[in-house]
């Protein structure tokens, strides 16, 4: 950062679980910190929980939640920079399966953005409906 040596660290966990014969959940934490001239400069924190559910071999719902935060020094940064940033997405989609070549998805999402009074605002949001068709000669 700012042409200066640093030394860091990156963990990355992430498991499965299996709760029931339709249902999956992914669990994800990442985290990375780097530290000059021993203070540390950053720590960047990545959580998401992924949850599957299929209803037939037809049909699933997928949903996503994930949250993004990155904790920062600002006096060993050349430039300003926010102490804090933070970021929470959302997602929900669902797909069925028309035939052996066409694929029917509904979804929204749901991005949230920290405040100047450290609260999660909503910054975005997105609905879609997409069918999917493959074409064969």
Do not use: C, M
């Not at 992430?14 to 029931?20: G, H, Y």
């Not at 990155?70 to 035939?99: C, G, M």
């Amino acid at each position: 950062a700012n042409n200066r040596l640093g030394h860091g660290a990156i963990v990355n966990l992430s498991a499965q679980i299996d709760p029931t014969k339709n249902l999956e959940i992914q669990l994800v934490q990442n985290q990375q910190l780097l530290n000059i001239e021993g203070q540390r400069l950053f720590t960047a924190r990545v959580s998401r929980v992924r949850g599957v559910y299929t209803f037939t071999p037809k049909s699933f719902v997928r949903a996503i939640v994930q949250y993004v935060s990155t904790e920062r020094d600002p006096a060993l940064y050349l430039e300003p920079v926010d102490h804090e940033a933070a970021f929470l997405s959302s997602s929900i989609l669902f797909a069925y399966k028309l035939n052996w070549q066409s694929v029917l998805f509904v979804g929204y999402g749901d991005d949230r953005e920290q405040s100047d009074l450290s609260r999660l605002e909503k910054s975005g949001r997105q609905a879609f409906v997409k069918v999917s068709y493959a074409f064969q000669r």
